[in-house]
């Protein structure tokens, strides 16, 4: 295979510092009865938002209650609880700041808001998935090991999707923040709760999101959000053989995979463990391209991946 990477890759380098890890998440769709309950523990905590209970529309939701349902402890649960409340108690101080509540809190602080409503809803919705398995066992009670060649710390699977959605309207929101009022302080905190990384700044985006915007057929602030939550394709010491073999495959198999940008830095920062069958065209700024041996021949039938700067093309 040869990977053409354009210079806009490089906005995959935004900082230093890897997102902290945001623990495990309810795996889509589930695979197995043991992770549809914790399911219902990760919803139950974003639902409570540090609370000892809540009262949703008549149903009192109660820490003890959820970790006896979920099998998942009342400490870990509890953990789940503060992290999520951290951006929420932003969108909240946001909402009351005036003393009054704002009758129409701006992007993106609206989006967080509700997103607790939508929590509580998944955490029925979970509990109703459960009980409905407990009358069908379609499922095993286990979830069966998954196959793959990478380390835990490089793979980009499980993956936080909602965390993603909620990054991705923070900074959508941004400009709207900033225009409704003196809101530049909050929208970084609130950058820095949802991403994980401590010193994410308002600049950090300003300067990485045009780089995103310029990519074609790329949703820029998903992408970004994307790369945000993802490690840091440098961070790690090397790939194996059969860890380039995995990725390179990953991508074959889907050139539009969300993480197409993330595997193909990790080969670019690794490029000494691909062998001999394997090429780098580095398109410079006035299209050119740049070989790194073996030299290829015009480049074959190309596949953009995950409508990057990056395209895969079988060697000839």
Do not use: K
């Not at 990519?215 to 790369?227: F, M, R």
């Amino acid at each position: 295979m040869r990977v053409a990477a354009g210079l806009l890759a490089a906005a995959l380098s935004l900082g230093t510092a890897q997102a902290s890890p945001p623990g495990e998440r309810p795996s889509n769709p589930p695979q197995s009865l043991e992770e549809m309950r914790f399911a219902i523990a990760w919803y139950g905590a974003a639902c409570l938002l540090g609370a000892s209970e809540v009262d949703l529309y008549g149903d009192v939701i109660r820490l003890e209650d959820v970790a006896v349902e979920s099998g998942v402890s009342v400490d870990r649960i509890r953990a789940m609880a503060e992290a999520r409340a951290t951006e929420h108690d932003i969108a909240v101080d946001v909402l009351r700041r005036g003393g009054e509540p704002l009758r129409d809190p701006p992007e993106p602080f609206l989006t967080i808001l509700r997103q607790a409503q939508a929590d509580c809803q998944d955490w029925e919705r979970a509990r109703r998935v459960v009980e409905r398995e407990l009358s069908t066992r379609r499922f095993p009670d286990v979830s069966p090991t998954r196959a793959t060649a990478l380390r835990g710390e490089i793979d980009p699977l499980p993956f936080d999707f909602e965390r993603r959605q909620r990054l991705t309207a923070v900074i959508r929101g941004i400009d709207e923040a900033l225009a409704a009022g003196d809101f530049g302080a909050d929208v970084e905190a609130l950058l820095q709760a949802v991403s994980g990384r401590a010193n994410l700044s308002l600049a950090d985006i300003e300067e990485a999101l045009p780089l995103y915007t310029a990519l074609p057929g790329t949703n820029a602030a998903e992408a970004l959000a994307t790369d945000l939550l993802l490690p840091n394709p440098e961070s790690f010491d090397g790939l194996t053989e059969a860890e380039v073999a995995e990725i390179l495959a990953r991508v074959s198999d889907d050139p539009q995979d969300p993480f197409g940008r993330y595997y193909m830095w990790l080969l670019l920062a690794h490029s000494d463990v691909l062998g001999d069958g394997a090429s780098f065209v580095i398109i410079d700024e006035t299209g050119e391209e740049q070989v790194e041996a073996p030299p290829p021949g015009p480049l074959p039938s190309c596949t953009r991946i995950a409508g990057s700067a990056a395209v895969a093309c079988p060697l000839r």
